[in-house]
């Protein structure tokens, strides 16, 4: 009597850009990819594609940087959407149609933060630190401590990277928050040094390392506030 070999787990289910008419272009250039509103989007009321997500993804480095996101009209937290589609579910589809493994994934950056919350909880990390973000410096926090906890509450990326692993914690392959990298350049070149809020911000960034091996939920962070 013969059996059959089981039949391989199906793969994790994510969302795709598609599913919610959205376009997927490669920049040659630029060495990145854009998700795109398209002409013709219940969002796009204009005669040109808008831009919403640019980013970058390196699978040897299991990497990905988003370069810049703006799925919303406004930074309120109830403005209204230019798509459904969630930050988190982008990521995922992103690596995978980059021939990524999401469940592989180590670092998550975000390059160039302009969003105003996200820049204030930096400026007030970086205080708790004594430190200034007008002048190039890095911070870093790790779960437990009570600077994590500071930017857990106010830093709408790290939020969003809770909800990543909370929501896609089968893609992800059950992922923790190691730590999270908290970096300032100073301001850009030429710039006035008047504020650190001001039209001439500082340049901030923000690199999160994920962990799978050895690591519990009590020394890591996996979830939302």
Request: glycine share 10%; net charge negative.
């Amino acid at each position: 009597m013969h059996s059959h070999p089981p039949n391989p787990p199906a793969p994790p289910e994510y969302k795709k850009v598609e599913d919610y008419g959205l376009t997927r272009e490669h920049l040659v250039d630029a060495g990145s990819d854009v998700i795109r509103l398209p002409v013709g989007h219940p969002s796009n009321s204009g005669s040109a594609s808008v831009m919403i997500n640019l980013y970058s993804y390196s699978p040897s480095a299991n990497a990905y940087i988003t370069q810049y996101i703006w799925l919303t009209k406004g930074e309120a937290v109830a403005a209204p959407r230019y798509t459904e589609m969630r930050w988190r579910d982008m990521i995922v589809d992103n690596i995978v149609a980059s021939g990524g493994r999401p469940e592989a994934l180590r670092w998550l950056g975000v390059h160039n933060i302009i969003n105003d919350g996200a820049t204030q909880s930096i400026e007030k990390l970086f205080a708790l630190h004594d430190m200034q973000i007008v002048d190039s410096g890095i911070v870093v926090l790790r779960p437990g401590d009570p600077s994590f906890e500071e930017c857990r509450a106010s830093n709408p990326f790290l939020r969003g990277q809770g909800r990543l692993l909370e929501h896609s914690a089968d893609p992800t392959g059950g992922a923790f928050i190691k730590q999270v990298i908290l970096i300032s350049d100073g301001f850009y070149p030429g710039a006035t040094h008047t504020s650190s809020l001001g039209e001439e911000d500082p340049q901030l960034h923000m690199i999160t390392e994920f962990d799978r091996s050895g690591i519990s939920e009590a020394q890591g962070f996996r979830g939302t506030c």
